[in-house]
Structures are given as structure tokens and as C-alpha cells.
């Protein structure tokens, strides 16, 4: 399984510093895990979380890749292909 969508990753690198799921914060909820949008670098909470807002991200804006933001995870996923992509460490 491949990705198509590579030319759409625009941010690699996670915020720093990393403060979490920018719309739980506006609201004071909590999230599970974190994950970034590659195409435009917005944070959101993992599907395990209540809200859902990676996902939600994607439905939006069809922003296709994602990665992990959790420390020491360096994998990426697409919604579009439905697969994992492994980072390069840079
Ligand atoms: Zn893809
Ligand atoms: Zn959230
Ligand atoms: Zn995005």
C-alpha cells in the first residue's frame, strides 16, 4: 500500500512548544492522544479521544495525511489510502 498524497505534506515538524488539541482547548475538553495535520499543521485529538477533531479536521478540509504528535511516535497515517506512513527522523 502506498500513499498519492505526499506532495500535500506542508509541516513536518511538531509545534514547539506542543500545547495539544487546539479546539478542546478553546472548549476545556480533554483528549487521549494527539495528532497533526501535515498539510496544515493544525493539532488535533486522536479517534479514541471524545471529540474527535483529527477526524473532524480531515472531514473539512479533506486535509489527507496526519501524524502521530504523541512523543517518541514518528508515524504518519492517510485517511485517504486508509495506511501508515513511517517519518523520516529529521
Ligand atoms: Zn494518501
Ligand atoms: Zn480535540
Ligand atoms: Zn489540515
Known amino acids: 500500500m502506498e500513499c498519492s498524497h505526499l506532495d500535500s505534506v506542508?509541516?513536518?515538524?511538531?509545534p514547539e512548544p506542543l500545547e495539544g488539541c487546539?479546539?478542546?482547548l478553546r472548549t476545556g475538553d480533554s483528549w487521549?492522544?494527539?495528532?497533526m495535520c501535515l498539510a496544515c499543521g493544525k493539532?488535533?485529538?486522536?479517534d479514541n479521544s471524545r471529540n474527535r477533531h483529527a477526524t473532524a479536521h480531515f472531514r473539512e478540509t479533506g486535509h489527507p495525511l496526519i501524524r502521530s504528535a504523541e512523543p517518541g511516535e514518528d508515524w504518519a497515517w492517510c485517511y485517504e489510502d486508509d495506511v501508515t506512513l513511517l517519518l523520516q527522523a529529521s
Do not use: I, N, S, T
Open 10 to 14: 506542508r509541516v513536518a515538524q511538531l
Open 22 to 24: 487546539e479546539e478542546c
Open 32 to 35: 487521549v492522544h494527539l495528532r
Open 43 to 46: 493539532v488535533g485529538c486522536c
